[in-house]
């Protein structure tokens, strides 16, 4: 596995034996691409090598708990097959990533996102305004109306009318299509970096996220190298890096096709990216350059990125490579679009994306 690397062990406290190596395993089978065989091999040298059971509770007893519990199943259910995740390994997987990534971010109660809009919205703010009829009391300013009711009728013969009135100002709530774009080309593990795998446990983060705190949001994830496609979300553990190059156009034209058949008013783009564009499509064949940023990709992209513009779909770039002529392209593609673009370790990555989600501050009406 390119780019694994393993710190000393840590005590999981008052966790079961169970626990503690499900934990480890469901990150190895993220690492292994839901590889259940390899990931069972590393976690059996890790045991050699940390103790992580003992005469009590073996590795066999832990592959039959997997079984019985139901965290992994017999490939084709006839029992001649090897193991694979079940569908209940893949939701904890997700569940997981969203504690891993964005564990250290406190919850609301809210399921939506907070526009720029202000009126009577959903989430208050901090000023105030005078009552106007349709306002709700929910969001009375009580103690400044009471000081104006005092200061406008008096003490002895107080009185509150609607004119001393205050609430505090709210921003409306939206709905949001989101697409985010993940890059499988070879270069996210090149090096000895894995950069894929960071990419895969962001996704699952915000695939939770959206599914379980937004409903009323959508989320598309595409991957591009040559080629762009969707794929689902139960996909995202067994993803996996290909001998491919970068065609941002193919993810960008794919991204648009899919949010042009969302309803919602609010559309955005995620890429998740470490390069510049080395590939395009011309006709049935490739057209591919490697070295440098050729002219001809980079203008195709950096059209596509007007045309998203144009259509109110800022894409935001998450960049993971910060090589000066990479910054410069992205910087270049950002005017373009008027989108944002971080430049992100790959320990960051989640933050980022989750703040820029929830502030969603491009987000209008």
Known sequence: MIGLRFSEYKDFGSQSTFDKLLKVF?????????DVSEALSWLTELDKE???TDENYGMADFIQDLIDKGYIRQEGGDGGGGFIPSAKMEVAIR???LEDVFGQLKKTSRGQHNTRVTGRGDEKTAELRPFEFGDTLDNLAVS???RNAQINHGIEDFQLTQEDLEVYETYYQAQMSTVLMIDISHSMILYGEDRITPAKKVAMALAELITTRYPKDTLDIIVFGDDAWEIEIKDLPYLQVGPYHTNTVAGLELAMDLLRRRRNPNKQVFMITDGKPTCIKKGKKYYKNSFGLDRMIVNR???LATRCRKLQIPITTFMIAQ???LVRFVDQFTRANAGKAFYSSLDGLGEFILMDYKDNKRKRK
């Open 144 to 146: 400044e109306s009471l």
């Open 26 to 34: 469901q990150e190895l089978l993220v690492y292994t691409s839901g």
């Open 95 to 97: 569940r997981k990533a």
């Open 50 to 52: 940390y103790n992580l």
């Open 301 to 303: 992209t950096l059209t």
């Open 323 to 325: 090589d000066p002529y």
